[in-house]
């Protein structure tokens, strides 16, 4: 689970990226992060994984307080971001190895996982290519695998769709699906408003840094009138602020 209480970002002291967000993501469910692009998500989830301090607040991954405890908790999930375009000069065998070093994976453990990753995302062919000669894709297929290494319990996604084939994209979905259903978190922004619609337990909607909306997809058509599509609600709800 993952808990945001009162998050505050500013940048150059005084525009506000994420203005006061409090979420409870819970276990066992799919959560969908949405917004316009510059709404707040990706400077959210830099806050939850780390990379970046919020001003004031707090976020705690499986109970664990990420900024008391920053190694604990970056344990606890696997963060796949919304650019691929890292480590281009290891093979994809040596990024994944590299990966399970980092979250001290034993031999057994990685060897079983890189095969039933590989075989899942057909990317068994391209372990021994140096990520740079791979596709969009395929990047986001292997540090999808290095997120993945260690098998957290809590998944972290920014726009984890964006670049696959339809093949992988299926695979992907079914494996946040079962991923939840075993009682674990899966945490994801996305601008394709239907997988959403089609996949997430329950949604936020965030703009200009603020949280507009938090809860399922039932609870936000209360509001809207009988039948409306996600995609008018988000941009009737959006349009407004």
């Not at 991954?61 to 375009?85: A, H, M, R």
Request: one cysteine or more; aromatic letters at 6%; charged letters at 25%.
């Amino acid at each position: 689970m993952i808990e945001l209480k009162n998050i505050t970002k500013s940048f150059d002291g005084a525009v506000k990226a994420v203005n006061d967000v409090t979420l409870d993501i819970k276990s066992g469910e799919i959560f969908g992060f949405l917004g316009p692009n510059g709404a707040g998500k990706t400077t959210t989830i830099k806050m939850i994984t780390g990379i970046t301090k919020q001003d004031s607040g707090t976020v705690t991954i499986n109970g664990i307080n990420t900024l008391e405890n920053p190694l604990e908790s970056k344990k606890q999930f696997g963060y796949v971001p919304d650019n691929p375009d890292m480590f281009l000069k290891l093979k994809g065998i040596e990024y994944l190895n590299f990966m399970a070093d980092i979250y001290e994976v034993s031999k057994e453990d990685r060897e079983a996982r890189i095969i039933d990753l590989a075989e899942k995302l057909d990317l068994s062919n391209a372990l021994g290519d140096r990520i740079q000669s791979y596709s969009h894709g395929m990047r986001q297929k292997i540090i999808l695998m290095g997120a993945l290494i260690h098998d957290p319990s809590v998944w972290i996604l920014d726009e984890p769709l964006t670049g696959l084939d339809p093949k992988s994209s299926f695979i992907l979905k079914e494996m946040m699906r079962e991923h939840a259903d075993a009682g674990n978190t899966v945490f994801f922004s996305t601008h394709v408003l239907e997988v959403a619609e089609k996949l997430c337990d329950r949604i936020a909607i965030i703009n200009k840094g603020k949280i507009l909306f938090c809860g399922t997809l039932e609870e936000m058509k209360q509001h809207s009138a009988e039948n409306t599509p996600l995609e008018n609600m988000f941009l009737e709800m959006t349009s407004h602020e």
